[in-house]
């Protein structure tokens, strides 16, 4: 194939979609190969996530009123 053919191949899809289609495949495609991207990390993403969860979950914070009632078992104690 010689630069020729791809000039007169590149004018035929041009005429065929037009300029506009073409510029809406082009971010289309970009979009698609940025959220398969975004897909194949959010695997690791979504792994830390559970781990966290689970760790949460085995150990969760104390809320602010589980901290007053422990302030309050505290200062009751006798030493």
Excluded: C, Y
């Amino acid at each position: 194939m010689s630069i020729w053919h791809l000039v007169i191949l590149l004018v035929v899809v041009v005429v065929i979609f037009g300029t506009g289609k073409l510029r809406n495949i082009g971010s289309d495609l970009g979009n698609a190969m940025r959220d398969f991207k975004k897909g194949l990390s959010g695997d690791e993403d979504e792994a830390k996530r559970k781990e966290e969860a689970e760790r949460l979950h085995a150990d969760p914070p104390a809320s602010p009123a589980d901290k007053a009632t422990q302030s309050q078992r505290d200062s009751s104690d006798p030493k």
